[in-house]
């Protein structure tokens, strides 16, 4: 059974710091897929990840995949209050893209 | 382009009444998908369809059943609802393999 473990599950940062997110994920796959939420929202897809080494970035957002390690990272680069949201990731089983299964979430906090 | 549509937006049931909730999308996807966000928990798939005709379980199928008689709608029924079927529903669609969009979400609650 797949399953999909973000970390930290809270975070609360200043604004202008960087920080990491973490997901692992427990079994094999060849892509991931990393969501933003707003409160109250529907989901917004950020990046897709297709390959091992992928990296993709966007302003101060940065995902990268590593398929040997199961591990993505999402990094906040010099975070400003806009980008306070809960951000997933969703990794599907290996040869499918199909089932996702969805990291329970980091829910960050950028305060001023 | 309207993207991936819900109805309704919010719903209060009754223990033991019934309801279908409706998703369509116009981008012409072959693939839609049922999610259910609960608190504190990442999206747990229900059901899912490859196309028109076809539906299959996904992770928490179970007091749920659908349907995608048309390419662009895919029905979610709650034949029996139950407090435990409380939550957020999001439907989502999909070209094949690629990145799955979302629709605003539908908040039930069932007393």
């Known amino acids: ?112 | 382009n309207a993207g991936v549509t819900q109805t309704p937006k919010f719903r209060v049931l009754k223990t033991g009444q019934s309801m279908t909730l409706l998703c369509a999308q116009d981008m012409n996807h072959e693939y839609m998908y049922w999610y259910r966000q609960d608190p504190g928990m990442g999206l747990r798939l229900i059901h899912y369809s490859v196309g028109e005709g076809t539906t299959a379980k996904g992770e928490v199928p179970d007091g749920y059943n659908v349907s995608r008689l048309k390419k662009q709608n895919f029905l979610l029924g709650l034949e029996s609802a139950a407090p435990s079927q409380t939550s957020v529903y999001f439907c989502a669609s999909s070209k094949y393999y690629n990145e799955q969009f979302f629709g605003p979400g539908t908040r039930l609650t069932v007393l």
């Open chain 1, 1 to 112: 059974e797949l399953k999909v473990e973000q970390n930290p599950l809270f975070l609360s940062m200043q604004e202008g710091k960087n920080y990491t997110i973490y997901c692992n994920y427990s079994t094999t796959s060849d892509r991931l897929y990393w969501y933003r939420q707003d409160p109250g929202k529907s989901l917004e897809s950020l990046f897709v990840l297709l390959s091992n080494g992928a990296v993709k970035q966007e302003g101060r957002l940065m995902a990268s995949l590593d398929t040997k390690a199961r591990l993505s990272t999402l990094h906040i680069t010099a975070a400003v209050h806009d980008l306070s949201a809960t951000y997933f990731c969703a990794v599907p089983p290996a040869g499918t893209a199909s089932k996702l299964t969805f990291g329970t979430g980091t829910r960050l906090q950028v305060t001023l």
